[in-house]
């Protein structure tokens, strides 16, 4: 049995008027071949599908893998080139019994609006139709027609913060190993899509009526009711008119009176999928008096590098400074211009650092202050989790600034934004602050929950705001919820099922 595996992985954020180029990828590294095998550090869904077919003695070809950060639409030429590379590979290892490939699922171009649909369509006209394609996906993804025509499996994390990469990377190639090896009872995928969107950071499987639905399907797994199942919150800052929320199950038989249920309990929990925001004035106050020993976590999803946003947003830093207050804070954010400026200032002494607005102006306005140097590092660290736990991080050369009791972590990438070793490791130890500043909508839960006193949503600028009414979406169907009320009527059943 010859299975090749691939990888072409990216967030797309509509709102972000800066195109990805092939340099977001180059930070993770362009693997090929046998790199695949090698360099995974154990807990992607890349890992999770090689260990699969290891275990099951399988022929594995491996061929690319692409990985970057959320970001705007992909330069439709870095999609092109993947292409060009992925179909040689593919085309040298033909015959192939199945393909397993890693992708978010929420990914638009500059030329296209379903670049993980384009992708599937593609490799499916090249293997042929008797090769099983099967494919792990973002519980953020963006399902459409395309994406389920061309794959038998899609497979979405169960977990959000996402924890479970290469437990979604194992059921993937699981589901793709069971098709093969008993034809004769044949997996079956069935879909029903929801016209609507949530606020990332409305939501979690930690706890809460999200995270009790959940539950409830895993329950028909556990029962063997069905063989799996993947509930699909669609990434609320993709401005396409294609796809939307998502139920999926994988059976043998008809499991059409399951999903109905599954759809109707998520259709009717929209309404649960809302912020409590507020403003980082009222925050910063709160966080003044907190005198518990664990830190009062503010949330600025608006500008998360996780959902596209480009982490340079200093309006925190600027309500510190306009309030002229003493709180402690530790914060973050991308600045090359202030890291370079503290390179030449040197540890140890003052300067006047202009910080903030130095990729984006339009989001947000820049902070010009008196900062001590504190500290300078090349930026590389160890995510220790439990979200990818062992990840190694490049921010580039990055520098910690001090302005009266607030320190500032500037760098020229912000990667890990929830995870405490961005802090921890360049010597701002999180919890010795008041509060504590994460650019990540829900990502930070899995570290920060044990440790925060609190944790507030704040109403900051940005492209991955949580107050969805306020950016300018254009492509969506009109009935389309939030911006429309929904009911089950229009909940979609494809007439196609695999």
């Not at 599937?120 to 394609?133: A, C, D, F, M, N």
């Not at 949530?198 to 063989?227: D, W």
């Not at 991080?393 to 990438?413: C, D």
């Amino acid at each position: 049995m010859k299975i090749a595996i691939c990888e072409f992985h990216q967030e797309t954020n509509s709102f972000n008027p800066f195109p990805s180029p092939l340099e977001d990828y180059l930070v993770f590294g362009l693997w090929e071949g046998e790199e695949l095998l090698k360099n995974g550090n154990g807990s992607s869904a890349l890992d999770g599908m090689i260990h699969v077919l290891e275990e099951n003695k399988v022929q594995i070809v491996p061929t690319c893998r692409m990985w970057a950060n959320a970001a705007g639409p992909v330069e439709a030429q870095v999609v092109e080139d993947y292409w060009k590379n992925l179909s040689r590979r593919l085309k040298e290892a033909l015959p192939l019994d199945g393909v397993c490939i890693s992708l978010h699922g929420a990914t638009q171009s500059t030329a296209s609006q379903d670049v993980c649909g384009d992708l599937l369509e593609k490799i499916r006209q090249l293997v042929g139709p008797s090769t099983i394609l099967s494919a792990s996906l973002d519980l953020h993804a963006n399902i459409t027609e395309k994406m389920l025509k061309n794959a038998e499996f899609l497979c979405g994390y169960h977990t959000y913060p996402h924890v479970d990469f290469y437990e979604t990377g194992s059921r993937a190639a699981s589901l793709c190993l069971q098709r093969l090896k008993n034809p004769q009872k044949p997996l079956h995928t069935r879909c029903i899509h929801l016209p609507m969107i949530a606020p990332a950071s409305s939501y979690t499987t930690l706890f809460g009526p999200f995270s009790e639905l959940m539950r409830h399907a895993e329950h028909f797994v556990e029962e063997k009711k069905i063989a799996d199942f993947s509930i699909f919150q669609r990434q609320p800052w993709l401005d396409v008119g294609v796809g939307g929320s998502a139920v999926l199950t994988v059976s043998e038989s008809d499991s059409s009176k399951l999903l109905l249920e599954l759809a109707r309990r998520f259709l009717n929990l929209r309404h649960s999928f809302h912020s409590d925001i507020r403003s980082v004035q009222e925050i910063i106050h709160v966080a003044e008096n907190n005198a518990t020993g664990k830190p009062l976590v503010l949330v600025d999803s608006a500008d998360s590098t996780n959902a596209g946003a480009n982490g340079d947003s200093a309006y925190i830093l600027h309500e510190i400074l306009r309030l002229n207050s003493s709180v402690k804070a530790a914060l973050s954010l991308r600045c090359a211009p202030a890291v370079r400026q503290a390179f030449q200032t040197g540890v140890g002494k003052t300067g006047t650092f202009t910080i903030g607005a130095s990729i984006n102006s339009s989001m947000s306005a820049p902070v010009t202050l008196q900062a001590y140097v504190q500290s300078l590092h090349d930026g590389i660290y160890t995510q220790e989790g439990p979200a990818k736990r062992g990840l190694v991080n490049h921010l580039g050369p990055t520098a910690v600034l001090k302005f009266r009791n607030t320190s500032i972590l500037v760098s020229e990438q912000l990667l890990g934004a929830g995870d405490l070793q961005l802090y921890r490791h360049h010597g701002m130890e999180p919890l010795f602050y008041q509060m504590v500043a994460v650019k990540t909508c829900t990502s930070f839960r899995a570290s920060y929950l044990p440790v925060a006193s609190d944790i507030i949503e704040a109403d900051t600028p940005g492209a991955a705001s949580s107050n969805l009414l306020t950016l300018p979406f254009r492509n969506l169907p009109k009935r389309f919820y939030p911006f429309a009320e929904i009911d089950e009527s229009d909940l979609t059943i494809p007439k196609r099922f695999r």
